[in-house]
């Protein structure tokens, strides 16, 4: 049996869950990402009890699939000052307590930036920061239902996890079950030609990572040649990846039963244009 397409994109937290999950149905999503709080970092609003139960219910009633929570992107573990990996320690926690009042939640972060301490010492914070995070987080709650994932990223500047072997490195020194969130536009833009040789670089994956961490897509096109270490998305067929290639993508056997989240420079009216575009290339 095919898998069902689980696509979506970006929203805005501002109005709740049940606001997100309305928004992104009416948008013809099925999933959908947003931010824990402020993507500056921040206070995170109370979370509102009769919005959850709200959510629940609609989201049962829609087939909304897995939610992607995503921590502010500001959030740096490996942090060459004691307060900066604090505060992402903290927040940390902070948002893997709230995300039990939505059990089986994907939670994705960038790993960090190293800022010049060099990949292993980053490394090294961040698995450690990880380990720490997941103790107290589980001593709170009894268990931790929430799936955290590791970005893979561009490498621009000094970021971690520029490489599949980086990613590979922070799961294996934390000894956490973590999984992966595949970025197409950070991947290219680190180097993986996925335009013209996906099943190559998703053996590679495999053999590095494993595929069974791979948890969840950011479907991006990219607007920096492949290899180019920069990270600037570009809407989907306005990039230099490609529709054919990012076609190729939801299509994949290997990846098309994980859930498909847009990060494309698009407004709400933009997003639901490229969910109908897919779901017309989806096989
Ligand atoms: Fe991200
Ligand atoms: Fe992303
Ligand atoms: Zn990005």
């Not at 947003?34 to 709080?37: A, K, L």
């Given at each position: 049996m095919k898998p069902t397409f689980?696509?979506?994109?970006h929203l805005s937290a501002s109005g709740g869950y049940t606001a997100m999950a309305e928004t992104a149905v009416?948008?013809?999503a099925n999933v959908f990402q947003?931010?824990?709080?402020n993507p500056r970092g921040g206070a995170a609003k109370p979370i509102d009890k009769a919005d959850v139960a709200a959510f629940t219910s609609y989201a049962a009633a829609n087939g909304i699939g897995p939610i992607l929570a995503h921590a502010p992107y500001t959030l740096n573990a490996a942090g060459a000052e004691?307060?900066?990996?604090?505060?992402?320690?903290?927040t940390m926690e902070d948002d893997l307590v709230r995300l039990e009042e939505t059990p089986g939640a994907l939670y994705n972060f960038h790993p960090g930036s190293h800022v010049g301490q060099g990949a292993e010492a980053g490394i090294d914070l961040i698995a450690s920061m990880l380990q720490r995070v997941f103790a107290k987080a589980s001593s709170r709650l009894g268990k931790i239902s929430t799936?955290?994932?590791?970005?893979?990223?561009?490498g621009k500047g000094s970021e971690v996890g520029r490489n599949f072997e980086e990613i590979r490195?922070?799961?294996d020194k934390s000894g956490l079950p973590l999984g992966v969130c595949l970025d197409t536009c950070h991947v290219w833009d680190g180097g993986y030609d996925i335009a013209h040789d996906l099943d190559g670089v998703l053996?590679?994956?495999?053999?590095?990572?494993?595929l069974e961490r791979l948890k969840a897509i950011h479907l991006n096109d990219s607007m920096n040649a492949l290899g180019a270490h920069k990270d600037r998305h570009a809407k989907i067929g306005k990039g230099k990846i490609g529709a054919d290639a990012l076609a190729a993508v939801i299509n994949n056997p290997r990846l098309a039963a994980l859930p498909f989240y847009l990060e494309t420079p698009c407004d709400l009216q933009g997003y639901k244009e490229e969910i109908?575009?897919?779901k017309g290339l989806r096989k």
């Open positions: 689980l696509i979506g994109c009416s948008i013809g947003f931010f824990t709080r004691q307060r900066v990996r604090d505060f992402a320690e903290a799936t955290v994932l590791l970005e893979t990223m561009a490195a922070i799961i053996d590679t994956f495999d053999r590095v990572v494993g109908a575009f897919l």
